[in-house]
């Protein structure tokens, strides 16, 4: 299997690829997602949150510590299992590369993207998710149910 992405996204999941495929991709990346990159994951969440008008509603306090938590250690890091990742010009990386081209330019217009996409966010506050914050004891509740009491701090 090769160029797995491109595939998914221009529906031609078996046979030969060619420039329209690619083409096609990067059209629809462009016009459906608004994109994050894994190694700006700070920049990305926080545009995600302005661009899609998130923000704290139960207990924001204890929600900017979880996010904190997230952004710094993630929810998906195994620091006992580190692989060494090959590098370009290795020859594993070429291997790879020579069969996922196209996946590879695709990667490299999301890239791209990513900046151009940075002004759909244009004029919201970086801060966007602490605005008209509430918490659960605030105003009356919506949201959790009454009885449900907030926790004060979140244990290490």
């Known amino acids: 299997e090769n160029n797995w992405m491109v595939r998914q996204l221009s529906n031609q999941l078996s046979g ?3 420039d329209s495929h690619l083409k096609k991709a990067l059209e629809v990346v462009r016009s459906k997602f608004m994109v994050g990159l894994m190694k700006q994951v700070e920049r990305s969440m926080a545009r ?6 998130w923000t704290y509603h139960v207990n924001p306090t204890n929600q900017e510590i979880c996010r904190e938590r997230m952004m710094s ?3 998906n890091s195994n620091s006992k299992n580190k692989k060494e990742k090959p590098k370009p010009g290795d020859e594993v990386w070429d291997l790879f590369a020579a069969q996922n081209v196209y996946d590879l330019q695709l990667y490299e217009y999301v890239e791209t993207l990513f900046e151009e996409q940075e002004s759909f966010v244009e004029g919201i506050p970086d801060d966007f998710r ?3 914050g509430t918490c659960c004891k ?3 509740p919506t949201f959790p149910p009454e009885g449900f009491a907030c926790p004060k701090k979140v244990d290490a």
């Open 73 to 75: 250690g993630g929810s």
């Open 48 to 53: 995600f949150e302005r661009y899609y008008r």
């Open 130 to 132: 602490k605005i008209d």
């Open 16 to 18: 030969d690829l060619d």
């Open 138 to 140: 605030c105003d009356p």
